[in-house]
């Protein structure tokens, strides 16, 4: 019994033909050979690589009959990818779980500063003008939500100035011709 490593090694040399003195001598036929060695080497390469690309091809094609299956079964994990919104329901849902104010406070502060100087002189601290910015805020989104509500009991999408007052007359706050 022979160990593994002398039968490898001599099937190498039963596949290899013993090279001739008339070779070694002639150092261009050795180069030629070389080269068709190398060719051949490129070749199995390179029917290497088309037996991968078509083993790939057909998992592709058996991958989608393993997805009938999967989806035909119950047990089975759901996909979990997030869901793709369209931008501006994006930017809403970013709003709704943002805590920060949406007016900016520098604008704001300028504007509470100039309706203060047509009544007198006044000075405030920082934190109630932070407070006025945030109840301010809160009353436009109360607003906008029960005329957006208005708007859906008359069937249409699109906000209209007409729902705003309606809901501003309702509220108390103005005569509905008033605009």
């Not at 261009?28 to 060695?37: P, R, W």
């Not at 290497?48 to 998992?59: E, M």
């Not at 079964?73 to 994006?90: S, V």
């Not at 104010?101 to 002189?121: A, M, S, V």
């Amino acid at each position: 019994m022979l160990s593994e490593s002398e039968q490898s090694t001599i099937e190498s040399n039963a596949e290899s033909p013993p090279q001739r003195s008339s070779q070694r001598k002639n150092p261009q036929k050795q180069q030629s050979q070389e080269q068709s060695t190398s060719k051949n080497s490129q070749s199995t390469q390179s029917k290497k690589q088309q037996k991968d690309v078509s083993s790939k091809n057909q998992r592709k094609q058996a991958e989608p009959q393993q997805r009938e299956v999967q989806e035909k079964g119950k047990n089975n994990k759901t996909d979990k990818r997030k869901k793709q919104y369209p931008l501006h329901i994006k930017e809403i849902m970013r709003l709704q779980k943002s805590t920060e104010n949406q007016i900016p406070k520098l604008p704001f502060t300028r504007l509470l500063k100039e309706i203060l100087q047509k009544h007198g002189d006044f000075r405030m601290q920082s934190t109630a003008v932070a407070a006025i910015q945030e109840a301010t805020e809160l009353y436009f989104v109360q607003l906008f939500d029960d005329a957006y509500k208005l708007t859906l009991h008359r069937q249409r999408v699109t906000l209209h100035s007409s729902d705003i007052s309606l809901v501003l007359y309702i509220r108390g706050q103005t005569d509905p011709g008033v605009r």
